[in-house]
């Protein structure tokens, strides 16, 4: 018996975690190439990658506003518990909440 991939009960993140190797590597040599990224040594011989402080202003630049939500994963199928309508939510200190919902940050 097959089962349905449409049936799955899950909530289905917008935020999709497997991005296709086509796009991403392109993406990613670029940001190598256009010197965004530096590799950083650590003591312990590991090592990761950074963002260079130029390009993390940049996006603080662009994204201003939208902090909170980028930080939050959105969900297509869920009902706002505040107003009960089903459309995009943000999960809010546990509560599944529509943009028009969400307590404003900014007070
Ligand atoms: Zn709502």
């Known amino acids: ?5 449409s049936s799955e009960p899950m909530p289905r993140a917008v935020r999709d975690q497997a991005y ?4 991403f590597n392109p993406i990613l040599r ?12 650590m003591e ?7 963002l260079t ?12 506003a939208r902090k909170r939500a980028s930080a939050t994963l959105a969900y ?6 505040s107003c ?3 459309r995009l939510t943000h999960l809010v200190d546990g509560r599944y909440l ?7 940050k900014d007070l």
Request: hydrophobic share 30%; glycine share 4%.
């Open 1 to 5: 018996m097959q089962v349905e991939p």
């Open 20 to 23: 296709p190797i086509e796009a």
């Open 30 to 41: 670029s940001l190598i190439s256009w010197g965004l990224v530096e590799r950083v040594e």
């Open 44 to 50: 312990n011989g590991s090592h990761h990658w950074e």
């Open 53 to 64: 402080t130029a390009a993390q202003k940049r996006l603080d630049d662009l994204t201003p």
């Open 76 to 81: 297509l199928d869920h009902w706002c518990s």
């Open 84 to 86: 009960r309508r089903q």
């Open 98 to 104: 529509c943009q028009a919902c969400e307590p404003s």
